[in-house]
């Protein structure tokens, strides 16, 4: 499926609620739109997708935006609690999976992390294939395709790129 496409219809089917939560990872190399792409998936959920009425009450929803190099970061500095911060939103976009050092507890933890986001709104970048996610932890792979989650790999020539050919 095209980038643009499952975006889209990742981000209608959360607004609208038309699926059940699922996963969206977005992996290829650097500078072909997957972060800008999950911005616009975030807009969504901004837009629509947190809002929710209970007992006649507009209520909101949990989400975050995060770096995966800034949880670890924060998890250095102390913040041991982002990664539970992260499996317990109702919506996460995680961006750059990979592109940190990871030491073996920050990958436990951001296995144990996404475990737990198994049947909720979910969307991932990374510049790694699946091949290197799985050499992280197959666990965090496996995650990623499981049930009516999707990969969807964007292969073109980074937008730096585009006007120097």
Not at 17 to 33: F, V
Not at 39 to 58: L, P, S, T
Request: with cysteine; proline share 1%; aromatic share 10%.
């Amino acid at each position: 499926m095209q980038p643009l496409r499952a975006a889209a219809e990742f981000g209608r089917d959360m607004a609208h609620k038309k699926t059940g939560p699922r996963w969206l990872s977005l992996i290829g190399n650097s500078g072909t739109g997957k972060t800008h792409l999950a911005k616009g998936i975030w807009k969504a959920w901004e837009n629509k997708g947190q809002w929710y009425r209970k007992a006649g009450v507009d209520m909101v929803k949990h989400g975050l935006f995060k770096s995966f190099s800034r949880m670890c970061n924060e998890m250095r500095s102390g913040a041991f609690g982002i990664f539970q911060s992260c499996a317990d939103a109702d919506f996460l976009v995680l961006d750059d999976l990979g592109a940190e050092y990871a030491t073996e507890f920050s990958q436990r933890q951001l296995a144990s992390m996404l475990d737990q986001r198994l049947g909720k709104w979910t969307v991932i970048t990374s510049n790694l294939s699946m091949n290197d996610i799985s050499e992280i932890d197959v666990r965090i792979a496996d995650r990623m395709i499981r049930g009516e989650n999707e990969v969807v790999e964007i292969d073109c020539v980074s937008y730096a790129m585009r006007d120097k050919q």
